[in-house]
């Protein structure tokens, strides 16, 4: 089976800090994400990464950053949490098959609060 | 650009009846494919079906089925003699390619399924 691990379940942290979400994929996939999920809202691409270095903004990418230094591993960065980026956290990865999408595996997901 | 557009924010059933979410996409992609997930209280999305939009073939697994008709860009899901177990928030989801060939996935809204004892 497929592995998504997200390093936290559940993360407070004060306004300001740097945050560092972490993610990491069994599979071997070339394609990995990061989405954001609120209410009403349903998911919103923040970044994702077809390949290791390689990165694409997505949707909402304004206030994080990302880092590929693996295949394996994808991090979320915020650079100085907000209110505003209290949410849950879903990292994904896929293959990368060109001319076929394959579905994409979530993690367990990262409820982050920033007080 | 893609979007995908849950209407229902909520439904709730009693157990047994039959239920039907709908999916209602844009795209300006020839060739697309489609998901649907389900994300139960422990929060994790669980991968149901992927469809290719050169197949239109109605699919059906144990209680669930599907229906795509790429006449009215749509692709509903509908799960028969509904369970408790059934409860959970569902997303439809579009395949998209970026300008740099990469691929992504575009979700909807989500809706809220209830299934009352």
């Known amino acids: 089976d497929v592995k998504v691990t997200q390093s936290s379940r559940y993360l407070v942290k004060r306004t300001g800090e740097k945050v560092f979400l972490e993610c990491v994929q069994d599979?071997?996939?070339?394609?990995m994400f990061w989405y954001r999920q609120d209410p009403g809202l349903g998911l919103r691409l923040i970044y994702f990464?077809?390949?290791?270095?390689?990165?694409e903004k997505g949707d909402i990418p304004e206030g994080y950053s990302v880092s590929r230094e693996k295949k394996e591993r994808f991090s979320l960065i915020l650079e100085s949490a907000s209110t505003n980026q209290t949410s849950m956290y879903l990292c994904?990865?896929?293959?990368?098959?060109?001319?076929?999408?394959?579905?994409?595996?979530f993690g367990q997901g990262t409820r982050l609060t920033v007080v | 650009a893609q979007k995908v557009t849950q209407a229902q924010t909520e439904i709730s059933v009693v157990e047994k009846e039959d239920v039907t979410l709908d999916c209602v996409y844009e795209?300006?992609?020839?060739?697309?494919?489609l998901f649907w997930y389900k994300q139960p209280p422990s929060g994790e999305l669980v991968f149901l079906i992927r469809?290719?939009?050169?197949?239109?073939q109605n699919e059906i697994s144990g209680r669930y089925s599907w229906n795509f008709q790429k006449s009215t860009s749509s692709f509903n899901f509908t799960i028969t003699a509904s369970q408790v177990v059934d409860s959970a928030v569902y997303f439809c989801?579009?395949?998209?390619?970026?300008?740099?060939?990469?691929?992504?996935?575009?979700f909807g809204q989500g809706t809220r399924l209830t299934i009352n004892p």
């Open positions: 994904a990865s896929s293959l990368w098959a060109r001319g076929r999408r394959t579905e994409a595996f």
């Open positions: 599979m071997d996939h070339e394609n």
């Open positions: 990464s077809y390949d290791v270095k390689m990165k």
């Open positions: 795209t300006r992609d020839t060739t697309y494919y």
């Open positions: 469809r290719n939009s050169f197949d239109e």
């Open positions: 989801a579009l395949s998209e390619y970026t300008d740099g060939g990469a691929q992504k996935l575009v």
